[in-house]
């Protein structure tokens, strides 16, 4: 599955690593938008503020503005402050370096602990930032894995979460993951998904119902 996605894809680029409280806050930003205005939101808290000991300090309201072209900015304003509040609370600094001496289910733990934080922010951090074998399960990941039969249809994003981690391989999960969201965007769509040009199609239990239907090109 993954040779395969790699051939239609091209090869497998492993995003840059970011510091872990970076990739915490990015991933944040990412709730509710497109990878484009997450960057740029992130871009613009990083052009406001020198340092994150800077966001803390500051009125939600400034934080807010420039994080707006990410959307719902009041919300993420006030969630990425409540979050470094309490790391700063828990660590006396803001600095989330110490979790490299943890083990993976720890790091998770720890972080899963954070408000508003749940597995999937946690699986991002464990593997973009930390190099971990984790596999965070976002929307395109989750429909995938429900069309392949993998998941009930009623799995819940956490639920998902514990049940495909263990299925895959750790060697191949970051890249599986990444692939998956491409097909997800380019091919295995949420309305009218390409089936006709899908890599996956005969390993795909939804496919064919959807073909029939209607409900797929």
């Not at 593997?127 to 039969?149: C, E, K, N, Q, W």
Request: charged share 30%.
């Amino acid at each position: 599955m993954q040779r395969r996605l790699r051939k239609q894809q091209g090869p497998f680029e492993p995003k840059p690593e970011l510091p872990i409280i970076d990739e915490l806050i990015l991933t944040v930003l990412s709730q509710h938008t497109s990878d484009l205005n997450r960057d740029r939101a992130f871009a613009g808290l990083k052009q406001r503020f020198d340092s994150w000991e800077q966001v803390v300090a500051a009125p939600r309201e400034a934080v807010a503005d420039a994080i707006r072209p990410g959307g719902i900015a009041d919300v993420k304003a006030g969630r990425i402050k409540t979050i470094l509040e309490e790391i700063a609370r828990r660590e006396g600094s803001l600095s989330l370096d110490r979790l490299h001496d943890l083990d993976d289910q720890s790091v998770a733990a720890y972080l899963c602990e954070l408000p508003g934080v749940g597995p999937k922010t946690a699986a991002c951090v464990l593997v973009f930032s930390m190099g971990r074998p984790a596999f965070p399960i976002d929307t395109h990941v989750h429909r995938i894995a429900r069309r392949l039969g993998w998941i009930e249809d009623k799995a819940s994003a956490e639920a998902a979460h514990n049940m495909l981690a263990p299925k895959v391989p750790s060697d191949i999960r970051y890249d599986l993951h990444v692939a998956f969201i491409d097909h997800g965007r380019k091919i295995c769509k949420s309305k009218m998904p390409r089936c006709s040009d899908c890599v996956l199609f005969d390993l795909c239990e939804a496919g064919p119902p959807l073909l029939a239907a209607g409900e797929a090109v």
